[in-house]
Every structure is written in structure tokens, then in C-alpha cells.
């Protein structure tokens, strides 16, 4: 059972106060608006929800199971599967950043030795070093990607902060399913299907105009 200190400990990392610096990634979404392919509340949560169920989202929560059985040996084999599954430049350079931060500020105030590796690895491994609950690790995690989704949605659509939020609500539900499914998944069951959201992120690449770094 989780203790309330694993859940304020998670409630740490995962907070938008956490300098990961998850605010400045849209994850390809902020292509998708401007090309019209997202304009309102109903597209966004349809976008995200694919990203959660067919693309980052179940793979993230995979690489954070794994990174938490790993041994120390083999978790560099399960951060290198982290990295080629990254689909774009912009991907690879989400996961890399965010992983950096994330090992740099939890290793220094938990005194974990987390170096080099990417963000869904890095959490995985801390939680693990951590002995916080898996489960409630991923939910955290999925939760946390979901809100910055929306926030960019909030921004760009936008929509107004009741819609956000809402939309938010709305996919507490599939993120508490995708890592009760995760926790008994191995990296054998790694797929991606989400090809508009990986195509978004290799065009945001060359985007005239554009706030987010993804």
C-alpha cells in the first residue's frame, strides 16, 4: 500500500513546480493546431488519448516498468530500447532533457545515483530506488503528460482553463487503465501506432512559427 509519503513524493516529481522543464515540449500538438488538425476540446482529447493509448504514453509507462525491475547492468539495454523508440529528433530530444533534469535534481536532494538516462528510465529507476509503488509511479507519470498536453491545448486552441481541466478528468480513467495494463507488460509488448502524432513531431522541427521546443 502506498504511504503518504510515497504519494507526496510523487506528487513532487510530478508537479509542474519540478524543473524538468515539461512546459516547454508540445509533443508535436502545437503542429497539429496550428495546421488545424486540432481546434477544439473533443480533437484534443482525441489526440491526447491516442498519444496515451498508441504511442508515448504506453511506451513511457513500459520503459518505466522495466527501468524498475532492471537490474543496474541492464538498464543501460532498457534506456538504448528507450531512445530508438523515440520516432523523431524532437522526441529523442524531449526524453533526453527532461531525463537529464530529472536525474540531476532527484539525485541530488534523494542521493540517487541517476545519470545519463531518458525521463520515462530515469523515473522508473528512482522509483525503484525509491521503493515507491509501481502502479501509482506510472499513474503519477501519465497523469503529469496528460495535464502538460492539455496545458498546451489550453494555450494554443485555446481552450478556456474549465475545458482543460475537464479534458484532464475525462482521461484520469484511461491513464489509471493503461498502468494497471502496464504493470504486468514487458518490453515485448512495445508498439506504436500513433503515425499523425510522430509525423506532427517531425514537422514541428521546421515550423515557422513556434512557442514550444517539440
Known amino acids: ?20 522543464g515539461a512546459f516547454a515540449y508540445s509533443h508535436g500538438l502545437e503542429w497539429a493546431i496550428d495546421t488545424g488538425d486540432v481546434v477544439n476540446s473533443e480533437q484534443a482529447g482525441l489526440w ?6 498508441h ?14 525491475s532492471a537490474s543496474a547492468k541492464d538498464l543501460c539495454e532498457v534506456d538504448a530500447t528507450s531512445r530508438a523508440f523515440s520516432a523523431s529528433a524532437e522526441r529523442l530530444k524531449e526524453t533526453q532533457l527532461q531525463g537529464a533534469a530529472f536525474c540531476n535534481v532527484t539525485g541530488e536532494i534523494w542521493a540517487l545515483d541517476l545519470k545519463g538516462l531518458t525521463y520515462p528510465v530515469a523515473v522508473g529507476r528512482a522509483a525503484r530506488l525509491k521503493s515507491l509503488p509501481l502502479e501509482l509511479t506510472i499513474q503519477f507519470y501519465l497523469q503529469a503528460f496528460v495535464s502538460n498536453l492539455a496545458a498546451v491545448a489550453m494555450r494554443l ?15 484520469t480513467p484511461l491513464c ?21 502524432t ?13 512557442i514550444f521546443r517539440t
Not at 48 to 53: G, M, N, P, R, W
Not at 55 to 68: E, H, M, R
Not at 201 to 209: C, D, F, N
Open 1 to 20: 500500500m502506498a504511504t503518504a509519503t510515497d504519494i507526496l513524493t510523487l506528487t513532487q516529481w510530478f508537479s509542474p513546480a519540478f524543473p524538468v
Open 48 to 53: 491526447i488519448a491516442d498519444v496515451l493509448q
Open 55 to 68: 504511442g508515448t504514453g504506453w511506451n513511457d509507462s513500459l520503459f518505466i516498468g522495466a527501468a524498475y
Open 157 to 171: 486552441v485555446p481552450l478556456g482553463q474549465t475545458d482543460g481541466q475537464k479534458l484532464i478528468r475525462a482521461l
Open 176 to 196: 489509471c487503465a493503461i498502468a494497471e495494463s502496464a504493470t504486468t507488460a514487458t518490453l515485448d509488448d512495445l508498439a506504436s501506432t500513433s503515425f499523425l
Open 198 to 210: 510522430d509525423i506532427a513531431a517531425m514537422k514541428h522541427e521546421t515550423q515557422y512559427s513556434r
